[in-house]
């Protein structure tokens, strides 16, 4: 089953922070974060394994709470650069498929 | 160090007729994914290709098959193309025993 983003979009000034939510009903092994400026291919930000543990990657940070089925996407400090839109990806156990929600676009303005 | 290509980045087909797509995984990566992305939405997992095979496969009719070569390249046909089938097509490729994706650019497919 496809996980749940929101919000769908959000507009941000520079220097402002973001957090952008995923949940899932089933059951997950890992969660994927990935980010699509347009016209371009997805490209990596982080995984996270069950565990609930937080990674960081600059000031792009997530966490995974296992209990919940839920991660969630935290940009602090936003620059122009980080405008596109953001999917998370989620693994069950034992499964080779990543499905993706439908992603949640954000815009970042001088 | 080349990423993954695909090619070709645009194709136009009428209903009906049949399409094959192609991709080379990064150096080193061994498994190959494909995902079908409509407009505005998340990209859908069609099939992973591992030791050409098709190791899992997603919810997808059996117009979409594909093949995985020894060289780890892969293809994509679909056959009695619809007007849903218009999407963008992405392959992802990766390391061995990890799930991390690395995506090329996309074949951007037109069905008229």
């Known amino acids: 089953q496809q996980p749940v983003q929101s919000p769908q979009a959000v507009i941000l000034r520079e220097g402002e922070d973001a957090v952008i939510n995923c949940s899932s009903s089933k059951a997950l092994y890992s969660v994927h974060w990935y980010r699509q400026k347009h016209g371009e291919a997805p490209v990596f930000l982080m995984i996270?394994?069950?565990?609930?543990e937080q990674k960081g990657h600059e000031k792009i940070s997530a966490s995974f709470n296992e209990k919940k089925q839920q991660s969630s996407l935290y940009l602090t400090a936003s620059q122009l650069s980080y405008s596109g839109t953001y999917f998370c990806?989620?693994?069950?156990?034992?499964?080779?498929?990543?499905?993706f929600g439908k992603g949640t676009k954000l815009s970042v303005i001088p | 160090d080349a990423g993954v290509t695909q090619s070709p980045t645009h194709l136009i087909k009428t209903r009906g007729q049949q399409v094959t797509l192609r991709c080379s995984p990064k150096s080193g990566h061994d498994t190959v994914s494909w995902y079908q992305q409509a407009l505005g939405q998340g990209p859908q997992f069609i099939f992973q290709?591992?030791?050409?095979?098709?190791?899992q496969r997603g919810n997808f009719p059996d117009r979409f098959s594909g093949h995985q070569f020894p060289n780890y390249s892969s293809e994509l046909n679909v056959n009695a193309l619809l007007l849903g089938d218009s999407a963008l097509y992405l392959c992802?490729?990766?390391?061995?025993?990890?799930?991390?994706?690395?995506f090329g650019a996309g074949t951007r497919l037109s069905v008229l």
């Open positions: 996270l394994l069950k565990g609930g």
């Open positions: 992802a490729s990766s390391l061995p025993g990890n799930s991390i994706q690395y």
């Open positions: 290709y591992y030791e050409e095979e098709e190791r």
């Open positions: 990806g989620t693994e069950g156990a034992g499964s080779y498929q990543l499905t």
